[in-house]
């Protein structure tokens, strides 16, 4: 069994920061890509920012130069620094994992954590 548990969402003003985290914890062999999706009312879900076991890290166009995804492979986490917030970023944020629970491709699972909201408003 694979838990991703989110923390750090909240409610802050325009232009404000906020730092999210995901960490990953369970039965797991090694982690590929671990990626920042949200998805905000009447909205489809939507891929954020991305970041592969090699460190390289791949971003929305609406938030190149303001957010900053980064990973500590020790620890099994995955960061979102946020930064400049708009109200049009308030979403809740979804972590998700491509991860292997064993070795070889048989074993390789897709996770979700359960979301946290960011609110941006005045």
């Known amino acids: 069994q694979v838990q991703l548990v989110e923390s750090g969402g909240g409610s802050v003003q325009p232009g404000g920061s906020l730092r999210l985290s995901c960490a990953a914890s369970?039965?797991?062999?090694?982690?590929?890509?671990m990626n920042w999706y949200r998805q905000a009312p009447g909205k489809e879900r939507e891929l954020v920012a991305a970041?592969?076991?090699?460190?390289?890290?791949n971003y929305a166009d609406s938030v190149k130069g303001r957010f900053t995804i980064s990973r500590d492979k020790a620890k099994k986490t995955v960061y979102l620094q946020m930064n400049s917030l708009k109200p049009e970023d308030t979403a809740v944020y979804y972590c998700?994992?491509?991860?292997?629970?064993?070795?070889?491709?048989?074993?390789?699972?897709?996770?979700w954590g359960q979301g946290t909201q960011v609110t941006v408003s005045s």
């Open positions: 998700n994992a491509d991860l292997f629970g064993a070795p070889g491709p048989a074993n390789e699972y897709d996770y």
């Open positions: 369970g039965s797991i062999f090694s982690i590929n890509a």
């Open positions: 970041i592969t076991s090699g460190g390289t890290t």
